[in-house]
């Protein structure tokens, strides 16, 4: 058997669950190699940053996180993987910073060209337990790719040309990669794709997102399962059904981009804000407590003072429990970066802080409905305050923020919690029922602590 390597790999992740996938597969495999994982502000002799580039602003942080590594230790190797590197590898490729960029095409093969590069390809895969595969930081929740690349083309969208067509995994292998991570201690998994709901029209025999979640709750004993976007135009409504299995998050994410028809025309968007509407009633309609969320772009070319006015109504009326507001951005080889009408910077980060604003009323509406209720948490980490109280914070399966102060041992654990205010963007909740004892912090106890806050 092969000897550990005694390196370590430092890895950071730029937007979209997607990627959150792709980074755990890698991190997995670095484990499986004998690779020690340190967080990205550590010292590391290899930091991999995969990276995205859906706006220029998401570019920009790409090239600053790969500075950053470069800063932290110059005899590293720093690598930039991900969307950006695929689509711009030139460009990475001529920072001073970068020695290997591993575009789409490769990025299966990310830990094999680490490794070679840091010490030969003489060595055999470690034969790794699960807890030593899976030890990489609090073990809450995972992220499992069932498809990636992207068939539509939508006028702004650069996913296409840096993940290629549409390819579904396997039924079999994600219920494997699942299983596999609920026993080394995951309790919520989270399925993700570029695009979900037309998962398994490749495949032979072609299979449905329904029936692989069916058979994921079938067939592994999980504790919940998420499901990341799913495109309006593609919703399978058997999804709804499945909510009577309480594991199935309660949760929906409905990319919108806009609630104006002439904007999503230009945007090649396949569906109108009346099918969306008429999506968001009938999934209400199937659990009454659902959280949807979604993402709204502003300052699309063309987009008339009248057209985001629109817009903005829609928005408001959807009653969202979140929403991510971004400006368009410019994406080479895009058809709408050729488009006339292009918008005026300022105009839209104005028009994103009026969007904000809505996301935020929206937002708080959904939390405060549920307040004087008794929801279950998944706790997750904990900040330990200037007053010396241990706060717990954890999401909910309808994807509420929450906290509660308790003294307790919560990693990773499920416990009823009877909300009473919001704060911002956490509700503040009591912990119901028989407290865990406190574990020991000094011993390396499990609970992953995070920054004092006051």
């Known amino acids: 058997m092969s000897h550990r390597s005694n390196r370590t790999v430092a890895l950071t992740t730029l937007g979209c669950k997607v990627n959150q996938a792709d980074s755990d597969e890698w991190l997995r495999q670095f484990v499986d190699r004998g690779y020690d994982i340190v967080d990205f502000d550590q010292p590391a002799d290899a930091y991999v940053v995969n990276t995205c580039t859906v706006t220029h602003v998401a570019d920009r942080k790409s090239r600053q996180v790969l500075r950053q590594a470069r800063r932290q230790n110059p005899a590293a190797l720093v690598v930039a993987a991900g969307c950006y590197a695929s689509v711009a590898p030139a460009d990475l490729a001529g920072m001073p910073e970068v020695n290997l960029v591993v575009g789409d095409a490769d990025k299966n093969r990310l830990v094999d060209l680490v490794h070679e590069h840091l010490e030969g390809d003489d060595e055999r895969p470690l034969e790794a337990q699960a807890g030593e595969l899976f030890g990489l930081g609090p073990r809450h929740r995972a992220f499992v790719k069932i498809s990636d690349g992207c068939n539509k083309f939508c006028a702004f969208c650069i996913v296409p040309y840096a993940r290629g067509r549409e390819r579904s995994t396997e039924p079999e292998q994600v219920i494997r990669k699942v299983r596999d991570l609920v026993q080394a201690g995951f309790h919520e998994v989270v399925l993700t794709a570029v695009h979900m709901g037309t998962y398994g029209h490749d495949l032979t025999p072609p299979t449905t997102l329904p029936l692989l979640v069916d058979r994921v709750l079938s067939d592994v004993p999980i504790g919940r399962l998420r499901l990341s976007s799913i495109e309006p135009e593609d919703f399978p409504r058997e999804i709804l059904r499945l909510w009577s299995d309480p594991r199935l998050c309660r949760h929906v994410h409905l990319a919108l ?40 772009m502003v300052g699309f070319p063309g987009e008339s003072a009248d057209e ?44 994103a802080a009026t969007m904000l604003a809505i996301a935020e009323r929206s937002a708080r509406r959904f939390q405060e409905s549920f307040i004087g209720q008794t929801v279950s948490v998944l706790f997750e980490g904990a900040t330990i305050g200037f007053d010396g109280l241990t706060r717990w914070d954890g999401l909910t399966d309808n994807y509420l923020r929450v906290r509660a102060t308790c003294p307790g041992d919560l990693a990773n654990r499920v416990f009823p919690v009877r909300l009473r205010a919001v704060s911002g963007e956490i509700v503040d909740g009591d912990v119901l029922g028989p407290i865990p004892p406190t574990t020991d912090r000094k011993q390396g106890g499990r609970i992953p602590l995070t920054a004092v806050s006051r």
Request: with cysteine; glycine share 6%; hydrophobic share 35%.
């Open 257 to 296: 981009d806009s609630g104006c028809d002439a904007t999503l025309q230009r945007m090649r968007r396949r569906y109108r804000a009346a099918e969306y509407r008429d999506l968001v009633r009938e999934i209400r309609a199937a659990g009454p407590d659902v959280a949807i969320t979604t993402d709204v």
């Open 308 to 351: 985001f006015a629109e817009s903005c109504r829609f928005v408001e009326e959807q009653g969202f429990a979140g929403i991510h507001v971004f400006p368009y951005s410019p994406r080479r080889r895009t058809t709408a970066a050729k488009l006339p009408g292009q918008i005026d910077p300022t105009v839209k980060k104005e028009r």
